[in-house]
Structures are given as structure tokens and as C-alpha cells.
């Protein structure tokens, strides 16, 4: 079993910077590809960044330089620098955690970014 827990959101002006973490604990000996999601209201769950266990990553085009996803192995956390951000970034944002044959989600951080 995985625990994901969320932290780092919050309220931000348009143009500013926050960074999300996600820390996975449980029984477990290696993370397979962690990742973040977000969904706003009315509207479905859409991947935002995913980084896998060699580091290799993947966006979103509507936040192609300007979220940084990142990973630290040895505490099994992700991050999500997320800079120039913008109103229609607003959303719960859900980290996300592959562990051997099924995925795990956190219980989502909200990011209000306000014009």
C-alpha cells in the first residue's frame, strides 16, 4: 500500500511561482513513474507533468516552460515548480505514484491563481 501526500498549493497572483510536493510512504522499495494532474471545476482530470524512475519527463503543452517536474528517488517525492503562472492554472492539483502493477493518487492540493 502507497500513501501519497500533497503539500505546496495555495493563492497566487498571476505572473508568480509556487512548488508542489508529494511524498509517497508505505511499504515500498521503488516508485515506478510519479507524476501530477490537475482538474477544474466542470472539467475532467488532465495530466500535467509525469517524470519516470530514469528521470525522463513529459508535459502538458499548456505548461511547456513553465512547470518543472522533478523527483528525489531516495524519499520517493516529486515536485512541480510551476512559474508565469496563470488564472486558467487554477485547478486541485493530484500527484499521482506507479508501484508495481496499479497507480496511487494523493488527495489533491488547490492552486488559485488570481488575475
Known amino acids: 500500500q502507497v500513501q501519497l501526500v500533497e503539500s505546496g498549493g495555495g493563492l497566487v497572483q498571476a505572473g508568480g511561482s509556487l512548488r508542489l510536493s508529494c511524498a509517497a510512504s508505505?511499504?515500498?522499495?521503488?516508485?515506478?513513474?510519479m507524476g501530477w494532474y490537475r482538474q477544474a471545476p466542470g472539467e475532467q482530470r488532465g495530466m500535467v507533468a509525469t517524470v519516470r524512475s530514469d528521470g525522463s519527463t513529459n508535459y502538458a503543452d499548456s505548461v511547456k516552460g513553465r512547470f518543472t517536474i522533478s523527483r528525489d528517488n531516495a524519499k520517493n517525492t516529486v515536485y512541480l515548480q510551476m512559474n508565469s503562472l496563470k488564472p486558467e492554472d487554477t485547478a486541485v492539483y493530484y500527484c499521482?505514484?506507479?508501484?508495481?502493477?496499479?497507480?496511487?493518487w494523493g488527495q489533491g492540493t488547490q492552486v488559485t491563481v488570481s488575475s
Open positions: 499521482e505514484a506507479w508501484y508495481g502493477l496499479r497507480n496511487y
Open positions: 508505505g511499504s515500498i522499495f521503488s516508485i515506478g513513474t
